[in-house]
Every structure is written in C-alpha cells, then in structure tokens.
C-alpha cells in the first residue's frame, strides 16, 4: 500500500515561508515575482551548534536566468541581519510591483 506523501510544512518569518536547502535559504512565496536567496558563505561553531556569520543577500526575480534575476546583493554579518534587510528588500520589491 502507498503512502501518501505528507504536506511539507515550512517555517514562516513574517507570513512568508524561509526555505533551506542546504546552505542557501530562500524568503518568499515562490508564486510571487521576486524573491529573496540567501547563501551562507561562512559559519561558527559555538557550543555544538553551527552559526551563519557571513551570509550573501540576493533579491531577485524569478523569471529571467542568471545575472538579469538578480536586482540587489549584499553581504550582512549574522542571520538576524541578513533576514531583517532580506524583509525590507522583499516588501518594497513587491510594494513597488503591486504600483506599476
């Protein structure tokens, strides 16, 4: 007998699902026309748990391929950083969107 395929939950930062897939997280709704990468290029071990501390930034759209998706990219020191500036990029990109 198959098993059904249980629906994946996400984690939600804001109303909008923060997705991992390795060491790249992704911030927005994948329906919306853009989106926020987030890859994290350096981590610290404190205690035995693994910290970002070194995170890129990326506010992109998600149509086009390669350097025409990206609109903003930045580096912030620590995931509380990169995920409150990641926040302010994505609402005024789809502020500005709902404008036009």
Known sequence: MAEKKKKQ????????????????LYYGNPEDKYII???????????????ATDITVTLQTNSGSGKEKVLN??????????LDLAEVWLENALEDDTEE
Do not use: C, S, W
């Open 37 to 51: 990468m987030m890859t994290v290029n350096q981590t610290e071990a404190i205690q035995d748990l693994q910290v």
């Open 9 to 24: 939950e996400f984690l939600f930062y804001h109303g909008k699902p923060l997705i991992r897939n390795g060491k790249i």
């Open 73 to 82: 990219k930045v580096n912030r020191e620590g995931l509380y950083r990169a």
